[in-house]
C-alpha cells in the first residue's frame, strides 16, 4: 500500500491504470483517512465506474486502524458499502492464512475482544468485521509475551538484543527474515534505540533487519517479529488492541512481545 492519500488521490492514481485489472491490499488507511459518509458515497461511485473498464479489488481489514477515527466511523461506513455495493460486490475474507496456528489463535482472541465493544444491534457487523475462522494448522514456536515493569531505556536495550542474539545464531533464518516492529515515535526513545541497535548489528552487510513503526507496517511481513509496544494510559483500551493486533499479525511463524507501561 502506498503512503498515505486521501480517497480522490487514491482514484485519480487507479484511473492512470488502463487495460490491467488491479488489486490492491491494506486499503484501510485510505478508508479511515478520509472518511465522511459523502465523501465515500462518491468514492465507492467513482470506483464503480472505473471498474467499468477495469476488475478492480479492495482489500482492507478494519480491526487494524481503529485507533485513526472511533467506533462510529467503522459502523458509518459499513453503512455505505452495504448502501452503495450490492451483495455479489463484496465478500468477506475470514480464514487466516498468513500465520502459524498458534499466532492465529492469538489474533482470534484479540480481534473477538475488538468485536465484542460494538453493539449486538449493528446489523452488518459481520460484514464489516468478520469473526476470524481457523485456517491451516501449522505450528510454530509459542509466542512469548513480556511486561516490563518500567519505562527503561537501558531494559528495553538489552531486552531487545538478547532477543536478536537468540534468533540470528539459528541456521533457520537469515537478518532479512527478522522484524522489529515498534508503536512508540513519539518520545526519542524507542525509535532511535532501535535503529541504532540493527545498524550496528547490520553495519557490514546488505542483509538487513527489518525495522518498521506500526502504523507503517501493513502489508510487511517477516517469519520472526519482535514487538516493542509502549502503552499510553491515556488512551482508550481498544486502540492498544488494534495495534497489538496489526504488530503480531506481521508474524508469520515466530514472535515475541515486549509491553512496555509510559
Known sequence: MLGLIDTTQFTDRLSLVKDYNVFV????????????AEKWSVFIETLLELSTNNIIWLVCDLVQCWRMKDTSVIIELGNVITDKLHSNQRTTLSMNLR?????????SVIREQFIKSFSDSVTNLDMILPTQIPGHFIHGPKTVIHILKDY???????VLNKELDKLCNTDTLSNSDIGIVYND??????????????NVRCVNT???????????????????????????????????????????????VHCLCYYIPR
Not at 502459524?100 to 492469538?106: E, G, P, Q, Y
Not at 515515535?185 to 540493527?198: A, F
Open 185 to 198: 515515535v513519539y518520545s526519542d526513545v524507542v525509535e532511535p534505540l532501535v535503529k541504532e541497535t540493527v
Open 25 to 36: 491490499d491494506d486499503v484501510q488507511k485510505v478508508f479511515l483517512y478520509d472518511f465522511t
Open 152 to 158: 527503561n531505556v537501558n531494559i528495553i536495550g538489552d
Open 99 to 107: 500465520n502459524t496456528f498458534d499466532l492465529s489463535n492469538i489474533l
Open 206 to 252: 546488505d542483509d538487513k533487519i527489518g525495522v518498521c513503526y506500526s502504523e507503517d507496517s501493513y502489508s510487511a511481513e517477516w517469519p520472526a517479529v519482535v514487538v516493542l509496544h509502549v502503552i499510553w494510559g491515556r488512551y482508550p483500551i481498544k486502540r492498544d488492541l488494534t495495534t497489538i493486533y496489526l504488530e503480531i499479525s506481521r508474524a508469520r
